[in-house]
């Protein structure tokens, strides 16, 4: 028997109420219990909870410290490092806490810690209202805002972050707390931004906003060749252009799907996703300068349910591809940047290998930089570099593509990185990330996690001597 096993053995023994919920090496649902989103990311805990309440949480953290071992949290397990799972360790994974309710008079929504935005998304719909998430249904509540949180609705109502009124986090000691404004401010401040450095949020409260019943959006695609034009307009378009337009730069390959003219099909575009919250006449007349730049192959936008903009990408990205991830935040899109992004977007070395530029302004630069723990408030963009396949053998192609590419652009980049954005830099980058946010979040660290039992993320060492 190996020193792995043995420690679901102990497990079951220790948690025997909870045995339906362990999983361990020797039995059968390990490896699927055990896969990320990202492919390339392929480890081995020795044991894995299935946490369904707080309680659970608790006992799960108690076990992993008495045991000694490293311990993750798994929220929808995109997370492209693989932070919601680790070798020989135990990990606690959320997903059956899902559960998701919306108070319309109150105008909130309370989310279970391991729910994904499509269980949000659905719920809210039904009452006319939404938080502003990514542009993925199937991640996680609980990564994405805890790192932030970016996508189509970022301008207009901020950061989900921003939009967190209060959580509910099982502490390393097993303590439960509730942070809010008035309770664990220094908490709740780390929490917004801070990743899952300082306890297991087992329920998160969103204040929500009206939402009509659909919203205006789709892709402009033009030839890849033309990036520098649309990109100098964009540069200029987006952040000049109201609020409720949203519309995130992508350089990508148009995938042979129905929903494209087949004549488009595996063609290389530089391509900006629109989202309009407002009406179809509303979105013509403030897209209409689109048309003038370069020659579009094609103008896509129309009428669509918010859950199903948000459901759009997610066959195209889905469990298992191997994924390398690299980013950037970015300032200001010089001439002599985009002859950068032209010269890799040209190369592209797969049909789901992507470049994004997601906007961080409007809404998102209402709040200061020291507000949150998320630093880069007065930055543009957040950039990454995507390098997806599903074939393993490509792997490495994928990585060398995105590290060339990421290699070229990062010195004209503002420093950190969107945390969410990353895979395994290193401390300099998550210092880097955070800037002059860094020493307060060691300071919450030290009085919530002192032992760093919370460290597999994007780690904020606890302050020594705090
Ligand atoms: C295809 C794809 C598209 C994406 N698009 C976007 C996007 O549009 N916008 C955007 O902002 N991001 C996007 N992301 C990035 C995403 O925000 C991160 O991958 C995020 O970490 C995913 O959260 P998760 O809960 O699914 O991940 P996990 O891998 O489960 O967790 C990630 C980290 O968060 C911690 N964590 C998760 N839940 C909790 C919790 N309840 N309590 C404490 N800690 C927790 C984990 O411990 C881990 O450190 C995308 C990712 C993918 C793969």
């Known amino acids: 028997m190996t020193a792995t096993s043995s420690l679901s053995d102990v497990a079951r023994r220790d948690l025997a109420d909870l045995s339906d919920n362990l999983i361990g090496p020797a039995d ?46 798994r929220g929808g397990g995109h997370n492209g490092g693989g932070l919601g799972v680790v070798d020989d360790g135990v990990v606690i994974d959320l997903s059956r806490m899902a559960d998701v309710e919306v108070d319309p008079s109150a105008g ?14 659905r719920a809210t719909a039904e009452h006319g209202c939404v938080v502003p998430s990514g542009i993925i249904s199937t991640t996680g509540v609980g990564g994405l805002t805890l790192g932030g949180g970016l996508g189509h609705l970022t301008r207009g109502f901020g950061l989900t972050i921003d939009n967190l009124i209060g959580a ?6 097993g303590s439960r707390v509730h942070a809010d404004a008035n309770e664990h401010p220094d908490l709740f401040w780390g929490l917004r931004g801070g990743g899952g450095n300082f306890g297991v949020v087992t ?4 204040r929500t906003h009206p939402l009509g019943a659909t919203v205006m959006a789709g892709p402009t695609f033009w030839p890849i060749e033309q990036l520098p034009d649309v990109m100098r307009f964009y540069r200029e378009f987006l952040p000049a252009a109201p609020r409720n337009l949203g519309g995130f730069f992508a350089s990508m390959t148009v995938p042979p799907v129905d929903m494209f003219p087949a004549e488009l099909h595996m063609r290389k575009v530089a391509a900006v996703m629109w989202c309009i919250d407002g009406s179809e006449e509303e979105a013509t007349r403030l897209l209409a300068p689109v048309h003038d730049v370069g020659t579009p192959l094609l103008h896509g936008v129309g009428p669509m349910p918010h859950p199903v903009l948000q459901s759009l990408f ?8 191997q994924c390398y991830w690299r980013a950037d935040f970015v300032n200001e899109l010089s001439d002599d940047l985009i002859a950068e992004h032209l010269q890799w977007s040209q190369k592209l070395p797969s049909m ?7 906007p961080i302004d409007g809404a998102a630069h209402d709040v200061g930089a020291a507000d949150t723990a998320f630093s880069y408030r007065d930055t543009r963009w957040a950039e990454v570099i995507f390098g997806v396949d599903p074939d393993p053998a490509h ?32 401390q300099e980058r998550v210092r880097a990330t955070y800037r002059d946010n860094y020493d307060r979040l060691a300071r919450v660290k030290a009085q919530y996690d002192p032992d760093n039992v919370f460290r597999v993320n994007q780690n904020i060492h606890p302050a020594t001597g705090a």
């Open 28 to 73: 059968s649902g390990y490896d699927e219990a055990r896969a990320v989103h990202n492919g390339m990311i392929d480890r081995h805990p020795a044991l894995i909870v299935r946490c369904g309440s707080p309680d659970d949480v608790a006992r799960a953290i108690a076990f992993g410290r008495g045991q000694g071992a490293a311990i993750a949290v």
């Open 108 to 121: 909130t929504v309370t989310v279970g810690g391991g729910a994904t935005w499509g269980d949000v998304d």
């Open 395 to 426: 792997a490495d192609d994928m990585r060398d593509w995105c590290v060339g590419y990421w290699d070229a652009t990062h010195p004209y980049s503002a420093g950190g990185a969107y945390v969410n954005f990353m895979m395994d830099e290193g």
């Open 168 to 173: 509910d986090v099982v502490l390393a000691d």
């Open 352 to 358: 789901h290998s992507t470049m994004h530029l997601y």
């Open 314 to 321: 997610d066959g195209l990205y889905t469990k298992g591809l």
């Open 203 to 206: 329920s998160f409260q969103f």
